[in-house]
Every structure is written in structure tokens, then in C-alpha cells.
């Protein structure tokens, strides 16, 4: 028999280590570009049916255990199931809507907190490494979203859940990696929309609030403050979260750093790190040991592994810490922006299309786009 499955079950199957053999139908060249970890790949047309080879790849790999088939969006996984019970497999899921939709699964994470009226809730984007914030106050029952995705409703039931009103949406900057959900999920809510001041430089074509450097926001008695943080982009603010957590987008990672040549160029990349390395060691180094670094990414290899932590854990790190172990931080100026433009690894897909989708300049052609714009990890760490 031939079930259907949920994204959100799959990861439960693989968070609790259940014994199962997930088969990718894609063909070869999507597979080994972003898959998920422990998948094999069986590419799969329709109306061809399966090559003795095939036959023999999946009853050596399946190992007697029940069998998920995913592909890109379930038009080619569901008929390889059907397949497969037709050669006698009789426990056999498909992945509904494929690695599209497996590409929006979120985590929910509350994070610890010293004052018990703040309230931070981390929300990971599993197939993207993306991390977005809801941060608010419990006695003003108010809360502001930092870096949403796409997926704007995750946020509002976040909120919601938390007992919250979402007064304000902040992004730390004009992404490249994958599509913001700040300006739609402001203008769903009719509330402000903020970027940093300098994001007019950037030619934002969307309405926004400018936030300077040393600018505070307050939720009762819950204060941000904006701190001008340029490097990866010019426009890049982090904000500090009650002297207590702060949000650095992609500017300080609890594994690297933000990469510089996706605004800069590879001609100017250098400038970009040399501002970076300013702002880490001019502003965030400056920060007590104790303050909670929170980034808006966590790396993820092409199949689908976070770098550093695992998926539904808090992805964080004390400043502290990261002062001790982070060899990056440990460098020289010369040595860091060598570093930072020397290694940089591939470019995200598609990335100058979605600058233009992010700075309001020509919004995706429909949901297909923006879907085959964001699939993939992202790629925005040095």
C-alpha cells in the first residue's frame, strides 16, 4: 500500500531515528545539489518503469525497512511508489509536495531568558539553515519579528501562541540567500516594517522605517537597540535585545562569519571584510562575555545537516565563548580579511535575482518563482 506523508513527519522520522530507506527520485544533478542526509538517489521518469539495476539498488539499500520516496514537488515519487507495491512493496510513503514543501518546514525553539518578561522564540527554516525571531514582552503582551521567511503565517501562530500582538517587523538586511517575509508579513498585519538607515543606499523600493545606529525600540519594558553592523552588506544592523541576546543576522555566526562579496563584488569583497572586521571588533567584541549571540543562519551542508547543532535545539552561542573558540576572531585585521575573501565558498543560486526581489525591485514573477528561487541551503557564511 501506497500512504502519503507530511514533511513534518519525515523530520520526525529522522529526529527519532526510526528505520526506514528514503529513496530521492530526482535526477542526479538536483540530487547531489541539495538533498536530505541518508537519502539514495534512484532517479525516476514516469512511464519508464524501473531498470533491473534499479530493482536491485533498492532491495540492496532497503535492507527489509519500510520505504519513503521523495522528489521535487511529488510528481515523480508518487508514481515510484505505485511502482514499487506493483514489484510486491507493500510498505511503501510518498513525501507530499516533495522537497518543496520539505523546503518549508520550520522548528519552533523558545530560548532561555533572564528577565521573565522576555519572551525570544527562535524559528528554524530546517532545509535552509534560515533563523527568524519572535521577541516580546509578556506584560505588554507585545512582540516585534526579527528576519522572517516567506512563511509569514509560522510567525503570526508563534505570536499568537505566546499570547503576543507583533507591533513591528525588523529585518537585519537586504537578503540573498532566500526571500524575506518582512515587507509581506508587515503589510498583512498593517504594522512598521523596519531595515536599517542605510538601506536607502541600496535602493530599497519598499515602504520601510529607517533605524539608526543606538535606536531603540520598546515593548514594554523590554528595550532594542539597533547597532550598525556593515560587512556583509552596508545596510547590516544587528539588534541587542535587553543588553541580553543579540541578533546578528549575518554578520557573527556561531560557526563563521558573513561573507562579503555578494554586495561588494569579488573586486571590492576586500573593503566589505576589512568593515566587517571593524564592526565585529569595534561593536560586538565590545559586548560582555555573557550576551547571547543569536544569528539569523546556521549552515547547512548539501545534505541537509546543520554545521554546528541539530535541528529543534538552539542554535546560539555565548559571546564568550565564541571569543575563545572561534578562530576567526582571533585574527588579525590583514589576516581576517584574507581569510574572509579567500574562502569563500560557492555562491548562492539565483542570489542577484532575489537581491532584486528583496530590495522591491522586481517582485517574483509568481509562488512558482519565488519556490524554485529558495531551494537549496543557504550560502551566505565566509
Not at 506523508?5 to 527519532?16: F, Y
Not at 499570547?163 to 498593517?190: F, W
Not at 547597532?227 to 554578520?251: F, K, R
Amino acid at each position: 500500500m501506497v500512504n502519503q506523508i507530511q514533511p513534518d513527519r519525515l523530520a520526525e522520522m529522522i529526529d527519532s531515528n526510526e528505520p526506514f530507506t528514503l529513496v530521492d527520485t530526482r535526477p542526479e544533478d538536483s540530487y547531489e545539489g541539495w538533498r536530505i542526509h541518508g537519502a539514495v538517489n534512484v532517479p525516476f521518469s514516469p512511464g519508464d518503469g524501473f531498470a533491473d539495476a534499479d530493482l536491485e539498488h533498492i532491495a540492496a539499500t532497503r535492507d527489509g525497512e519500510p520505504i519513503v520516496a521523495i522528489c521535487g514537488k511529488g510528481l515523480t515519487s508518487t508514481p515510484f511508489g505505485f511502482e514499487l507495491e506493483h514489484h510486491g512493496y507493500d510498505d511503501v510513503s510518498v513525501v507530499k509536495g516533495g522537497m518543496e514543501d520539505w523546503s518549508k518546514i520550520h522548528e519552533v525553539v523558545p530560548l532561555e531568558t533572564e528577565p521573565d518578561d522576555l519572551v525570544v522564540r527562535q524559528l528554524q527554516r530546517r532545509a535552509k539553515g534560515c533563523l527568524g525571531y519572535v521577541v516580546g514582552s509578556t506584560r505588554a503582551a507585545s512582540a516585534v519579528v526579527v528576519d522572517p521567511t516567506r512563511q509569514t503565517d509560522q510567525f503570526k501562530i508563534v505570536a499568537e501562541e505566546a499570547g503576543l500582538t507583533i507591533e513591528r517587523v525588523l529585518d537585519t538586511h537586504v537578503h540573498a540567500d532566500h526571500i524575506s517575509g518582512g515587507p509581506k508579513l508587515a503589510a498583512e498585519l498593517d504594522v512598521p516594517y523596519h531595515l536599517g538607515a542605510k538601506a536607502r543606499e541600496r535602493g530599497v523600493g519598499y515602504d520601510y522605517e529607517p533605524l539608526t545606529d543606538g535606536e531603540r525600540i520598546q515593548l514594554g519594558e523590554v528595550e532594542i537597540e539597533t547597532l550598525h553592523t556593515p560587512g556583509h552588506t552596508t545596510e547590516m544592523v544587528n539588534y541587542l535585545v535587553d543588553g541580553e541576546a543579540l541578533l546578528t543576522g549575518d554578520t557573527l555566526f556561531v560557526e563563521s562569519v558573513g561573507r562579503t562579496e555578494l554586495q561588494f563584488g569579488d573586486d571590492e569583497a576586500a573593503s566589505g571584510a576589512e568593515l566587517l572586521y571593524d564592526a565585529i571588533h569595534g561593536t560586538i567584541l565590545e559586548l560582555p562575555d555573557e550576551t547571547q549571540i543569536l544569528p539569523g543562519h546556521v549552515s547547512v551542508t548539501a545534505d541537509n545537516r546543520y554545521e554546528v547543532g541539530s535541528p529543534g535545539d538552539p542554535i546560539g552561542a555565548r559571546l564568550g565563548d565564541l571569543r575563545d573558540d572561534l578562530e576567526l576572531l582571533g585574527l588579525d585585521e590583514d589576516e581576517f580579511v584574507a581569510r574572509v575573501v579567500e574562502n569563500a565558498p560557492d555562491k548562492p543560486p539565483n542570489y542577484e535575482r532575489v537581491i532584486e526581489i528583496n530590495t522591491g525591485t522586481e517582485p517574483p514573477e509568481d509562488e512558482s518563482e519565488a519556490t524554485d528561487l529558495e531551494l537549496g541551503p543557504n550560502n551566505c557564511a565566509a
